[in-house]
């Protein structure tokens, strides 16, 4: 059983990678650098940052599940890693489903069903390997 999860984390680090590349095609898609032109200097600054250190942190994660996914299903520190990412893919659900907007939802039907199945997919996968017994 523990291979089937550790082959489970490994397309989990295959779905961040594909984040990982979404995010940089979003930037251009959704214009920005265009959006933000108006916004003050640290705004934008600070909306940079942010998604840098986002994209830092999919990143960290893929590195873990595709080349110590065993580490997530360890007693201790890996459970309490893989719980939290769990709760962090769930809370990107809940994110989606009631705070964006429901008409750029709409207009973008395909993109978000598309990425509520990656992140819901996402949390079950990290919430299986917290529950998993050995």
Same mark, same amino acid.
């Given at each position: ?6 082959? %489970? ?10 984040? &990982? ?17 108006? *916004?003050?200097?640290? /705004?934008?600054? #600070?909306?940079? !940052?942010?998604?840098?250190? #986002?994209?830092?942190? &999919? ?18 520190m890996?459970? /309490?890693?893989?719980? %939290?990412?769990?709760?962090f893919?769930?809370?990107?659900? !809940? ?17 978000? !069903?598309? %990425?509520? &199945? !990656?992140?819901? *997919?996402?949390? /079950? #996968? ?5 529950? #998993?017994?050995?």
């Amino acid at each position: 059983m523990t291979l089937d999860f550790i082959l %489970f984390l490994r397309l989990a680090g295959l779905i961040c990678v594909g984040l &990982i590349v979404a995010n940089f095609v979003a930037a251009p898609r959704l214009g920005y650098a265009r959006n933000l032109a108006g *916004s003050d200097k640290l /705004v934008r600054q #600070i909306f940079y !940052v942010h998604c840098a250190y #986002i994209v830092f942190l &999919i990143a960290a994660l893929a590195l873990l599940c595709l080349g110590w996914p065993e580490l997530l299903l360890e007693p201790g520190m890996g459970r /309490v890693m893989s719980g %939290f990412f769990a709760l962090f893919w769930a809370s990107r659900v !809940v994110v989606q489903l009631t705070y964006y907007d429901k008409m750029e939802r709409r207009k973008e039907r395909f993109w978000d !069903v598309f %990425f509520l &199945i !990656v992140f819901l *997919s996402l949390a /079950v #996968i990290f919430a299986a390997a917290t529950l #998993i017994e050995r």
